[in-house]
């Protein structure tokens, strides 16, 4: 199959842009053809303030980084282009880009085109989100979105687009490795830190489970969504100066290994996600997770078999959570390595929606045996 493939590739920082790296890598693996076509502006920095670059980041090789929000003829010459292919394929990331991907797909005349949605719309929504949803994938043929709740959400937006639930993969090649002593038993909150992410729910779980005598400490790693002065002052009020870690910054690739080698359990407490880059990762590492009941968390993390789950906004039941996971770590930590998604079963679903749009037609390809992430791309989990 030729795939015209448009989204954010390195070295463009966040989750998204290596989810579509790992999969571009995966897609060839598996003998496909893909024409990758990248963002030289994604969108206006007030939307999304900070360095939009992972520090050391190379470019993904053999990508066109042509498209800029602000310029409508660099969607249509990027719609034109796949006119060429059999397939367009984009990442779904914001909906301030709905104009553009509709631009796009009108431009790319009758070539069918499928979407990879993340968030069907974002973690702090606004009033227009959904319109703009609607205006960016109402014309698609088909959508990988994350598991439900997410999909139906999906579904419910864009009525007649079928909708194929799968999950993430683990956005970077960890190795499982022995669980380090304790106690102390070490939590890990990593990822960027943003509203929706819960640290100040990860803050008070650890002041009730140090309240209740276990030993506990935790690390929070990872850019944060504006000042960090404040949650200093937050981990000081609570007399956790000397159990709570604040590490802010990204956090290079090649210290990720350690950085999960050295924690115990990894704790998700979103307010909202419909899933999450980190559990997947925690996987691949070897941790079991202690994570909030919300959205498709609930579907990443099983109870008792790959960790534990506690209701949104409620620190004792986390502090349950995590207690759980403790007197059952080494099975679960066994267990966890067996529940991360891989990039196979993502090439297959989606080619074959692409089949299904393209009036069930077939594309042979080479077939790539179930196992880790191809190495051809490396990942930064901060979404």
């Known amino acids: ?68 929000w602000w310029d409508p003829s ?34 790319s005349g009758s070539t069918p085109s499928v979407a990879i949605v993340h968030n069907p719309v974002p973690h702090e929504e606004r ?45 970077l090649d960890l190795d499982p490795t022995p669980l380090p002593p304790g106690p102390p038993w070490r939590l890990l909150f990593f990822g960027f830190v943003r509203p929706y992410k819960g640290l100040e729910l990860a803050i008070d779980t650890v002041a009730a489970l140090v309240q209740r005598g276990v030993p506990v400490e935790l690390t929070v ?14 981990v000081a009020a609570a007399g956790l100066d000397g159990t709570i870690t604040l590490r802010p910054g990204y956090v290079p690739d090649e210290e990720v290994q350690e950085l999960f080698a050295a924690h115990h359990v990894v704790v998700v407490p979103y307010r909202s996600a419909p899933q999450s880059a980190i559990v997947p990762l925690a996987y691949a590492a070897g941790r079991p997770v202690a994570a909030t009941r919300v959205g498709g968390l609930a579907g990443q993390v099983a109870e008792g078999v790959s960790g534990a789950l506690a209701l949104s906004d409620d620190a004792p039941g986390l502090a349950d959570a995590v207690e759980r996971v403790l007197a059952d770590l080494e099975r679960l930590a066994r267990n966890a390595t067996e529940h ?5 079963a993502v090439v297959e679903a989606l080619v074959g929606l692409v089949a299904a749009a393209d009036g069930n037609a077939t594309y042979e390809a080479e077939t790539t045996p179930p196992g880790r992430p191809p190495p051809s791309a490396r990942r930064d989990p901060e979404t």
Request: proline share 14%; glycine share 10%.
């Open 1 to 68: 199959m030729h795939l015209s493939f448009i989204g954010p590739v390195p070295p463009f920082r966040g989750g998204i842009s290596q989810h579509s790296a790992l999969l571009v890598g995966a897609l060839r693996e598996a003998g496909h053809e893909v024409d990758v076509y990248s963002w030289a502006a994604q969108y206006p920095e007030r939307l999304y303030p900070g360095d939009p670059y992972a520090p050391g980041a190379q470019p993904f090789p053999d990508a066109h980084f042509t498209l800029r």
């Open 221 to 234: 790693a990872g850019l944060f969504w504006g000042p960090v002065e404040p949650w200093h002052e937050r």
């Open 127 to 171: 009033a227009v989100d959904r319109r703009l949803t609607r205006l960016g994938l109402g014309t698609v043929r088909g959508a990988l979105a994350p598991p439900e709740p997410a999909a139906d959400d999906l579904r419910r937006l864009v009525p007649g687009v079928p909708v194929v639930p799968m999950a993430i993969p683990p956005l």
């Open 74 to 107: 660099s969607w249509v010459r990027v719609g034109r282009a796949a006119r060429a292919a059999d397939a367009l394929a984009f990442q779904w990331v914001t909906p301030f880009q709905g104009p553009a991907y509709r631009t796009m797909l009108a431009a």
């Open 340 to 344: 991360a998604p891989t990039w196979p």
